[in-house]
């Protein structure tokens, strides 16, 4: 079956270290997205990419960075420069922007 | 793209219709609403969206105004399952448009 797949599920890191969340999909799709979730809170905008090799930033981009090396592939790395890491974070595809997205199931991360 | 306005919250009786309001009084003319839905600690998924026909599908139908300054998504037979933040957003279908999340309806269905 296609879909979205993100790994791990939960997350537990050392305040200061990096962490690289994994997303793959088998969709063909073009677009690719990575959003966060706080508590109680709708969903923000922090990287999104058109194609492969090309990537833009959104909303909250900050303390965070992509890479698109590959179509199938969209791996958001939380740096130590990001003030608040702990959140859950949705990663979505969609076969162009503007389209229909299709999510993952999420990667909730703790910092501690 | 349109802002949305969605009440914070609804209940509604196992077995009954779910009717969540949506009002976007300064949708434009191509642009769609799309309805999506999160259950907790899951990816949002994809329920329906129109243009301004109403839509229905295997989920729900979607009722928009014929001045498409509101909308209604119908849930026909909500099950305890259907308990779930219901979000709507008005999006053109063109590239450079992002699909952006408020607040949303939580839906809360009682037995």
């Known amino acids: 079956d296609g879909g979205i797949t993100q790994s791990p599920k939960y997350l537990f890191r050392k305040e200061g270290q990096n962490v690289t969340l994994s997303c793959e999909q088998n969709?063909?799709?073009?677009?690719m997205y990575w959003y966060r979730q706080d508590p109680g809170q709708g969903l923000r905008l922090i990287y999104y990419?058109?194609?492969?090799?090309?990537?833009q930033k959104g909303d909250i981009a900050e303390g965070y960075s992509v890479s698109r090396e590959k179509k199938e592939s969209f791996p958001l790395t939380v740096t130590s420069a990001q003030k608040n890491p702990t959140a859950f974070y949705l990663c979505?595809?969609?076969?162009?922007?503007?389209?229909?997205?299709?999510f993952g199931s999420g990667t909730r991360l703790t910092v501690v | 793209d349109a802002k949305t306005t969605q009440p914070t919250s609804m209940d509604c009786a196992e077995g009954r219709a779910a009717n969540l309001p949506c009002n976007h009084s300064?949708?434009?003319?191509?642009?769609?609403v799309y309805w999506y839905r999160q259950i907790h600690s899951q990816g949002p998924q994809y329920i329906i969206h129109?243009?301004?026909n109403n839509e229905t599908n295997e989920m729900a139908s979607l009722i928009i105004t014929e001045d498409r300054k509101s909308s209604t998504l119908i849930l026909p037979h909500a099950t305890l399952r259907d308990t779930a933040v219901y979000y709507c957003?008005?999006?053109?279908?063109?590239?450079?448009?992002?699909?952006?999340f408020g607040g949303g309806t939580r839906l809360m269905v009682k037995p």
């Open positions: 969709l063909n799709h073009d677009a």
């Open positions: 979505a595809s969609s076969i162009a922007q503007g389209t229909g997205y299709t």
């Open positions: 300064t949708i434009s003319g191509n642009e769609y």
């Open positions: 990419s058109q194609i492969v090799n090309d990537f």
């Open positions: 957003i008005a999006l053109t279908n063109n590239a450079g448009n992002m699909l952006t």
């Open positions: 129109g243009l301004k």
